[in-house]
């Protein structure tokens, strides 16, 4: 019998979201190729084992065809846990029961002696590290008798990183499944997608999984303390709201609630100070590198939010990902991003990266739209002067730009008259002159994309030349 370790559930939880290249694979698992190859080979004889479909090669991308019940029957056994999950499974289960027997663990994951107390050993050290307490009890097992803030937050923390894993995967574990069945999840779920569609708020996945959290949080030592100098007075339709959508919910849950949606309300940024920190080093270089320094408070805070996300994602190794491309433009950003992150030592996911790197394409551009105000529009058909669909499209997408459009047989009869009179001139004509941007159609949306396109150029080359 062919057992899976570690590395093998973590190749089969990229694969389920996608196909992958095996310098994917390393940058994502932080491997050598050779390590990953003879992986993918260990997987294929399990999986033949098993009566599935093996790991395919097309076009140098990797992919596993299953279907939705064969994925579930796979992740759903006993056996498939990572390392990580076993050590997040004690450690959850013991602050949240108080108590944990190791010899009845050891049977229910089905490990040796030894292992168990392998993981738990790294329990222990945690908190110790977080000045937690506990004693044993002869013959019955360990008993948790003080839980500090840095353990409290720390149980949440893995209870996000279950939610958030819970969503996207069925690589989760049915052990933390089990352990909080009693929580009725889906209702509430269902219960907070009601409540923040009532009150027209947003929500993210991370918010979601710590509200889920919360719930168990509360129970075991009655939550958190979110209360701010705010005046709350002005929060009172909130509060009335969370009372009719989460009736069915503990008051000391309802309050937690409250309080946490005014800190939403107002744009406070929900990580711990240690990713906060670290996101703000990220920034900070950014800023410096990328001729931010004047950033607006609104992109800044988008892009706060990502680099938190995508920080606390590497560390609690959640393999949310999208395979995502660039292209040489973004490589230049990419490029500037990791030499940020060596120099900090941090590191990232790669599509993290990628998905920063979209944000600071979009921050760029906002940020040095001022610079072009005046955009004429040389069209070679005539009939484009009488398309006032377009003029009003373009008018009302964006009054960040004047536009003028005229046919370009103007412009071919005297260039020298339109010299200082725009900062920019399009057409789609190829040959009129290489200071002239080029559009292959007549829509709105490919008009504002190419001027977009051309404001990022230009504040790229601005800033490698610099």
């Known amino acids: 019998m062919i057992y899976i370790n570690t590395t093998n559930i973590n190749v089969l939880t990229l694969l389920l979201q996608g196909d992958f290249s095996l310098d994917d694979f390393s940058l994502y698992l932080n491997l050598e190729k050779k390590s990953i190859y003879k992986n993918i080979n260990s997987i294929n004889s399990f999986l033949k084992d098993e009566n599935l479909p093996s790991i395919t090669l097309n076009n140098n991308l990797y992919s596993l065809k299953l279907t939705k019940e064969q994925w579930n029957s796979l992740f759903s056994r006993n056996d498939f846990i990572t390392n990580d999950e076993i050590i997040d499974y004690l450690y959850i289960k013991f602050i949240h029961n108080g108590f944990i027997n190791l010899e009845h663990e050891k049977t229910i994951l089905n490990i040796s002696r030894s292992s168990i107390i392998r993981y738990f050993n790294d329990i222990k050290d945690i908190l110790k590290n977080n000045h937690s307490e506990y004693i044993y009890i002869p013959g019955k097992g360990l008993k948790i008798t003080y839980i500090s803030e840095q353990d409290k937050n720390l149980f949440c923390k893995k ?4 939610f958030i894993k819970s969503d996207f995967s069925l690589n989760h574990s049915i052990f933390v499944t089990e352990l909080l069945q009693n929580y009725n999840i889906q209702k509430l779920l269902d219960d907070l997608y009601r409540l923040f569609k009532s009150i027209s708020m947003p929500i993210t996945h991370f918010v979601i999984s710590f509200l889920c959290s919360l719930i168990v949080c509360v129970k075991v030592f009655n939550g958190f303390n979110f209360k701010g100098d705010y005046n709350y007075d002005d929060y009172l339709e909130i509060k009335e709201s969370i009372k009719i959508y989460l009736k069915e919910w503990n008051s000391d849950y309802q309050n937690q609630i409250f309080y946490f949606i005014i800190r939403l309300k107002n744009n406070h940024v929900n990580f711990e100070p ?3 920190d670290k996101a703000y080093q990220i920034i900070n270089e950014l800023k410096q590198q990328l001729d931010l320094q004047t950033l607006e408070k609104s ?3 988008i892009l ?7 920080i606390f994602k590497y560390e609690n190794h959640i393999f949310k990902i999208k395979n995502l491309h660039i292209n040489d433009e973004e490589r230049k950003i990419f490029d500037i991003l990791d030499k940020i992150l060596n120099k900090l030592e941090f590191d990232l996911f790669f599509c993290d990266k990628v998905s920063i790197i ?13 610079k072009i105000k005046n955009v004429l529009l040389l069209f070679n058909e005539i009939i484009i002067l009488d398309d006032g669909y377009l003029k009003e499209n373009l008018n009302n997408i964006s009054n960040k730009f004047n536009f003028h459009i005229e046919p370009s047989f103007f412009y071919k009869l005297n260039p020298k008259n339109y010299n200082n009179k725009y900062d920019l001139i399009l057409s789609d004509e190829h040959n009129l002159s290489s200071t002239i941007g080029v559009l292959n159609n007549f829509s709105y949306v490919q008009i504002l994309e190419t001027i977009n396109n051309i404001i990022f150029e230009n504040s790229l080359n601005s800033i490698i030349n610099k």
């Open 159 to 162: 209870l996000i990183k279950y």
């Open 274 to 276: 240690i990713i906060l």
């Open 299 to 301: 992109l800044e805070d």
């Open 304 to 310: 706060l939010k990502k680099i938190c996300f995508s």
């Open 358 to 370: 979209y944000i600071l394409k979009k921050v760029i551009i906002e940020h040095n739209q001022h």
